[in-house]
């Protein structure tokens, strides 16, 4: 679990304070001043790749100017051994460390030790996290939507599971409630037209037109002929709906596992209605007082919710009574159930139940406004949902092609569906892009360019990288050179400033992963693999390797070797494959 910068950060830390308690034993600066000095790594490192400012925040507690306690400090200073060759007082008193050779093989030899695993951290603790992503309605088949939230999601999980969290990936089924209803009501629609005449039996309006629900209608009318024409509508529906989720799940399921996504499980909404869950988390809000009943249903106070809940964040009540707040159905007078009612019970079963300790949800910027009502309300039940539920929202995707956007609608059926969007690119494209960019900011998804075999195309740039770099393995092993390891390179041969710079790109990637853990951004490991590749191309652009003397081939060898590693380490983070020839 190696991370070379936080090592380097703390090894300032801890021979400053050496340097000063021995200074003081000296006579030289007070003794027993407790000092609290950030260290830093400077934008421009050509004076030193890590600064502290040990001897301006020590200036009121060692009574001294700082430049004469970086002076004291610097006199004290004992590196042998250390990361680090020389040190520096710069500006007002700042003490600049360079790093040196034993720093930069450290980096090679925890790339080598800790292999796939490299980047893995204990930051997240061992946290229980459940991601939830893609969860769309099963009325009809996978869209691009549901390709970027898929990838983030899947991403995210992973990034997390490295960050050290014990990561679980769900697809929630909303296989019950109006859209249901509305899927059954489309391919009845479709099966009664079979049977007497599209003039007969007109499609409802708000129906779901794709070609897709046609498909399923004429499936059933192969199968059963106009033998369920006659019976009860709603029982008919019944069939209907089971019928079209039978192949529409299963297809989803497909297409997502194409995709590069498998997930822990599959939970049914249906499953919370059958086993009276979602009537219990009601009767339990109804319990607690966050209810009442108007016109026959039975409504949440999401008002009283979301003050007490915003008042807690630090609103004040003049702010809160400004807000458009209003209150939600949880059962209609019909006695159904609201969706949002068997939202609350999912997310009470997901925090209470199976002791998730936070819930991730990927939802589409859509739907913002329902992020805060689910955490009140979670709140409500003494669950936490305001710091426990964590939703991450994801602008839309532009298809672009040609420089133009393709247009797709849902409604009209013309919507690009995840399978015919794979048939066009390649799942390594498609996962690449989709995570591209951070999930706040709308993705043009340029078609042309992810086809396109050249260094504009990100995902053949980095997979070129790979790729260049098993080709140069090889070709010098027939020639008799093999990659040594990093326990036999001499990191001091490893000096250019193109050598420099990407052994400490190798060693930001801990980094990285752990930032985009906490930031819920993935899109991070994409940024750092283009820049990795780029590195790594202006190495071997600048660096000779063969035909050098052999102790510099074999460490230019390993130090090649060692961003292959990497290189495959993270596209493996993003679901993309890592060629060895292209």
Not at 262 to 280: C, I, K, P, R, T
Request: glycine share 8%; hydrophobic share 40%; with cysteine.
């Amino acid at each position: 679990m190696s991370n070379m910068i936080q090592a380097a950060r703390a090894q300032v830390a801890q021979l400053t304070q050496q340097a000063y308690e021995k200074a003081a034993q000296a006579g030289l600066l007070p003794e027993g001043a407790q000092v609290k000095a950030t260290i830093e790594i400077p934008k421009d490192t050509a004076h030193g790749d890590y600064a502290s400012s040990f001897a301006m925040a020590g200036a009121k507690a060692l009574h001294k100017a700082p430049r004469a306690i970086a002076q004291a400090i610097v006199d004290n200073l004992e590196l042998e051994g250390s990361y680090f060759q020389k040190v520096e007082i710069a500006g007002p008193g700042f003490l600049n460390f360079t790093l040196g050779p034993k720093w930069y093989g450290d980096v090679l030899s925890a790339v080598e030790q800790e292999g796939a695993e490299y980047g893995a951290n204990t930051e997240g603790n061992g946290e229980k996290v459940m991601v939830e992503f893609v969860s769309a309605n099963p009325t009809g088949p996978m869209h691009m939507g549901n390709a970027r939230g898929g990838v983030l999601g899947d991403t995210l999980a992973n990034v997390l599971k490295r960050d050290g969290c014990n990561t679980w990936k769900e697809f929630y089924v909303n296989d019950a409630g109006n859209q249901i209803h509305k899927f059954a009501v489309s391919i009845n629609a479709r099966y009664m037209q079979l049977i007497v005449g599209e003039e007969n039996f007109p499609f409802p309006e708000e129906g779901y037109h794709g070609d897709d629900i046609k498909e399923l209608a004429q499936a059933i009318y192969e199968k059963h002929g106009d033998s369920w024409k006659d019976l009860p509508e709603e029982e008919r529906l019944d069939k209907l709906a089971e019928y079209g989720l039978s192949v529409n799940i299963p297809r989803m399921e497909s297409d997502l596992k194409r995709y590069g996504i498998v997930y822990d499980q599959w939970f049914f909404e249906s499953s919370l209605h059958n086993s009276g869950y979602v009537a219990e988390t009601v009767e339990l809000l109804e319990k607690k007082g966050w209810t009442y009943e108007k016109d026959g249903a039975l409504w949440l106070n999401t008002t009283k919710l979301l003050k007490e809940k915003f008042m807690r964040e630090g609103k004040t009540q003049e702010q809160v009574d400004k807000l458009d707040l209003k209150d939600d159905v949880l059962r209609r007078g019909n006695g159904f159930y609201t969706y949002f009612a068997a939202d609350i019970a999912y997310h009470r079963n997901k925090l209470e139940v199976r002791g998730f300790d936070k819930a991730i949800n990927i939802w589409g910027a859509d739907h913002h406004g329902h992020v805060a009502r689910l955490q009140a309300a979670l709140d409500g039940l003494g669950l936490d949902g305001s710091h426990r539920l964590v939703v991450v929202l994801m602008q839309l995707v532009n298809l672009m092609q040609d420089g133009k956007p393709v247009r797709m609608s849902k409604r009209s059926g013309k919507t690009i569906a995840l399978h015919d969007l794979l048939d066009e690119i390649s799942v390594d494209a498609a996962r690449y892009f989709f995570n591209s960019r951070a999930s706040t900011s709308p993705l043009d998804f340029d078609l042309d360019l992810a086809v396109r075999e050249d260094s504009e195309n990100p995902v053949y740039y980095v997979q070129y990288a790979h790729a260049r770099i098993c080709s140069l393995i090889a070709r010098l092993a027939e020639e008799g050179a093999q990659v040594p390891k990093a326990g036999d390179v001499d990191a001091a041969v490893l000096n250019t400033p193109e050598e420099l710079a990407l052994i400490k790109a190798l060693a930001q990637f801990p980094e990285e992963i752990h930032l985009a853990a906490r930031d819920y951004d993935p899109s991070r490991i994409n940024r750092y693999l283009v820049a990795l590749a780029g590195d790594f191309h202006r190495f071997y652009n600048a660096c000779r390797i063969k035909g050098e003397e052999p102790q510099v081939l074999g460490a230019r060898l390993k130090l090649a070797d060692t961003v292959r590693s990497v290189l495959a380490n993270g596209m493996g983070l993003l679901g993309v494959s890592a060629p060895e020839k292209m």
